[in-house]
């Protein structure tokens, strides 16, 4: 798939989500917003984390599987994982652009190879603004960081491809995936030292696995039963 030919897609996806801009009154965080387990790896979250959120706002095991049909999911999500900055910038005008950056941001972790991704990233990274400037981090050290003071989309639409491009550049692809937990398609960052990971989570892992135990016991070729059964919340389903 050319850049071109993606950003076509993306942007046919965000016409059939169109909206009329009307002034709004910014609702507050949700208090009672639960992190999905395995989809950010620390508080705050880096951006990284903050581009797989956006990918797996669209989560094919939910009931809608679309949770981007406002803001307000996803800002909800930045406001959790410590970045209520950006969250208060993003407003309902914002959501044909975030869902086109979504759906750029998906093709980028499913991309089967390298001259893909980068097809796909680097009019990204054009077309954001991603360009690094020197500032002084808290502890006085200079480092370069992308869109430093932008807000709501405009961080986003530069930071999160910003993110994915210096992962690859670093990595290739070898950390960048999407579940093989079928039918689950959401996105992950594999920081394995084996880089073997392959399912968004421990749940989805679980799942596969439960679904191979029953094939094999369906066969005849497994007596024993394993501990498959946990609740998900369950402390020993994460273990």
């Known amino acids: ?20 801009h009307q002034p709004e009154h910014t609702p507050q965080p949700n208090a009672d917003f639960a992190m999905p387990p395995g ?23 939910e009931d809608p599987p679309d949770r981007l049909t406002s803001v307000h ?20 005008a914002d ?6 950056l979504r759906a750029l941001l998906r093709l980028v972790f499913s991309a089967a190879t390298l001259e893909e ?27 370069l960081q992308v869109a430093p003071q932008a807000t709501g989309l405009e961080a986003l639409s530069a930071r999160l491809p910003a993110a994915a491009a210096g992962l690859i550049a670093e990595s290739e692809l070898r950390r960048l995936g999407t579940c093989a ?5 959401c996105a992950f960052v594999d920081r394995s030292r084996s880089g073997s990971r392959r399912f968004c989570s421990d749940w989805c892992n679980d799942r596969a696995a439960a679904a191979a135990y029953r094939a094999r016991r369906k066969a005849g070729q497994e007596p024993a039963t394993p501990n498959y059964e946990q609740p998900r919340t369950s402390p020993a389903a994460w273990a």
């Not at 989809?39 to 095991?61: G, K």
């Not at 959501?95 to 086109?100: D, M, R, T």
């Open 95 to 100: 959501l044909p652009s975030l869902l086109e």
């Open 181 to 185: 937990g079928t039918p689950c398609e």
């Open 1 to 20: 798939m050319t850049a071109d030919t993606a950003i076509t897609s993306a942007a046919g996806v965000t016409a059939a989500h169109r909206i009329e």
């Open 73 to 92: 999911w996803y800002r909800d999500a930045l406001h959790a994982a410590g970045h209520g900055d950006i969250a208060e910038g993003l407003t309902e």
């Open 117 to 143: 991704a980068v097809e796909i990233v680097n009019p990204m990274l054009v077309r954001g603004g991603a360009v690094p400037q020197l500032v002084v981090d808290d502890d006085g050290r200079p480092v």
């Open 39 to 61: 989809w950010i790896h620390r508080l705050p979250a880096d951006d990284l984390d903050l581009a797989v959120l956006l990918v797996n706002s669209m989560d094919l095991l």
